[in-house]
């Protein structure tokens, strides 16, 4: 064989190499990165950020719990034939004492959807109300913060709501009770997902008073309830 037919054959083959390897190769990197940085740009707090790789599953119950949260991320991004999402998956309810993951394991599934090119945002609702008040002092910025977050929930494809009802026995005052109804209210009318956290039973849910109350019974109802018992190590 000739060299310059060994080059022509060499040069062929490198540039199927590009055509049918490297550039997709390339390509699917730099969209992965693409996405990391939508993560780490999120509302998902930093410490959570990292997913089901930080994830232990040193128990059966906990082995489960990543699995089930896997299946959750590929039923919440399914697209159908024309690229729509399919919302064959509702809302999710982690309910469990404090401790036991629910927050990690929420903003787990948040972290895949995200990288599966859905629009998501976490809100913790106890930081939520403490920032809220803030604006009652007439700090504009803290507002304009408080209405973007509120916007970036109302339109997400998916979102997480942390600690509905906060810790303890979940009274509230009026005020906070109309918080907590608006934000329920806001995704429940539109229709669409939402993982919600919460230290509360259901029993405990459907006792609360006022508007968010009377929401909360309607959220339960089109929600599944999944219960994290064990503590994390």
Not at 106 to 125: M, Q, T
Not at 140 to 160: F, H, N, Q, T, W
Not at 164 to 176: A, L, N, Q, T, Y
Request: charged share 25%; hydrophobic share 35%; proline share 3%.
């Amino acid at each position: 064989m000739s060299v310059d037919l060994a080059n022509v054959i060499a040069e062929n083959i490198a540039a199927r190499i590009d055509e049918n390897w490297t550039v997709p190769r390339v390509s699917r990197r730099l969209q992965y990165a693409a996405r990391l940085s939508d993560v780490r740009n999120s509302t998902i707090p930093s410490l959570w950020r990292p997913g089901l790789l930080s994830w232990q599953t040193d128990s059966p119950l906990r082995l489960s719990l990543k699995k089930a949260a896997i299946r959750a991320i590929h039923e919440y991004s399914e697209r159908n034939e024309r690229g729509r999402l399919t919302r064959r998956r509702g809302s999710l309810m982690l309910s469990g004492d404090t401790g036991t993951g629910k927050s990690h394991l929420a903003c787990a599934i948040l972290r895949g959807c995200i990288l599966r090119r859905l629009d998501c945002c976490f809100i913790n609702w106890s930081e939520y109300v403490l920032t809220y008040r803030q604006t009652w002092n007439g700090r504009s910025e803290v507002l304009d913060d408080v209405l973007e977050l509120e916007a970036l929930y109302r339109d997400a494809d998916l979102a997480v709501l942390d600690e509905v009802g906060g810790v303890g026995d979940g009274k509230h005052s009026d005020h906070e009770s109309t918080l907590l109804y608006n934000l329920l209210r806001t995704r429940l009318e539109r229709g669409v997902p939402t993982i919600y956290t919460t230290n509360l039973t259901p029993d405990e849910l459907n006792r609360l008073g006022g508007a968010a109350g009377k929401v909360a019974r309607r959220v339960m109802e089109s929600t599944q309830i999944c219960y994290v018992r064990e503590k994390k190590c």
